[in-house]
């Protein structure tokens, strides 16, 4: 219990430093939403001075800040210049969408990575662990943004699958099967994105640790009294490079979430990715502000995932907790 209330106690310290500084920054950007009405004739001055005073952009800024805690406090993340109405509500949909987006390009690479980088440190140095090096070399040098690019041209040559949004029209009519099939075809781009921007170095990590936990003694001598290579691999070589890869996924988390912010607004998946540049060019503040905070959120909520699974994975924590 005391590991995991100082882990969450570090979690939420760290949110509130990322909301401060974010809204510190956006507040201090010069210009706002209403700074176009001042250029209408059509909209006397008064009139914006009215809308300012509303939604207490003429307050200070300890004020304002203040103001927004307590919005965050009851779930509404602040008020939406742009669309009028609370950022909560605008911010969960698209997050849920976002969040199914990662969740299924980390399981995906991470189910790629980890056989891909076994098989490939069992045959280190030799020609097939050289060509898989090569390849990943490859995409390393190969930026997000090329490679979403990339993909959508062979679909829309191809058309083997759909080129924007979640759904297709008449998703209401469909049956259960059919719904799953066409929500997963429109993924398979934006996922596939993902997956090839993140399996390299995923790949490289899993290769590079289980090569180097087999030249532990331990496994030596667990071949030399031969017992089975694949035993070796997967049930005492994958378990001794555990922590190293499990510090990882809580890191690749957040490298597919920030990824997932570009390859949605490419996509057009109706992701955060979208919304927040909309909200940018809007200098729509709370709904940059809430994006930005949610964003923080899942990255600090993968690495509270994988503390856990180091805390379970490895013995070594446990007893050094239980001393303290």
Do not use: C
């Amino acid at each position: 219990m005391r590991y995991l209330l100082r882990r969450i106690l570090h979690a939420l310290f760290l949110l509130f430093g990322v909301s401060l500084l974010t809204f510190l920054f956006s507040a201090l950007t010069p210009g706002n939403y209403f700074d176009e009405m001042r250029l209408s004739p059509q909209i006397a001055p008064e009139t914006v001075a009215a809308l300012r005073a509303q939604y207490q952009l003429d307050r200070p800024l300890p004020i304002r800040y203040a103001h927004w805690l307590n919005a965050v406090a009851h779930g509404n993340l602040g008020f939406s210049f742009a669309y009028n109405s609370p950022v909560g509500p605008l911010l969960w949909v698209r997050a849920r969408n976002t969040l199914l987006l990662t969740a299924a390009a980390t399981f995906l690479a991470w189910l790629l990575a980890l056989p891909l980088g076994i098989w490939s440190a069992a045959r280190f140095g030799r020609a097939p662990d050289r060509i898989l090096s090569w390849t990943t070399a490859a995409l390393l040098v190969i930026p997000d943004l090329v490679l979403a690019l990339g993909l959508l041209i062979v679909a829309v040559r191809t058309g083997w699958f759909p080129t924007g949004g979640m759904v297709s029209l008449g998703f209401d009519s469909l049956s259960a099967f059919q719904k799953f099939r066409d929500l997963a075809a429109h993924m398979a781009l934006p996922v596939a994105a993902l997956v090839l921007s993140a399996l390299p170095m995923l790949l490289r990590h899993v290769r590079e640790s289980v090569a180097e936990a087999l030249e532990g003694p331990f496994l030596r001598a667990a071949a030399g009294h031969g017992i089975a290579r694949g035993t070796i691999l997967y049930r005492y070589a994958l378990r001794a490079a555990a922590n190293p890869l499990i510090s990882l996924f809580g890191f690749s988390v957040g490298t597919l979430l920030s990824g997932s912010l570009l390859v949605e607004v490419i996509m057009s998946w109706p992701g955060l990715g979208p919304l927040l540049l909309e909200a940018i060019l809007a200098r729509d503040l709370y709904v940059v502000i809430g994006g930005v905070l949610l964003s923080m959120i899942f990255l600090v909520g993968g690495n509270l995932l994988a503390d856990f699974l180091l805390y379970w994975a490895d013995p070594r924590i446990r007893t050094l907790e239980s001393a303290k």
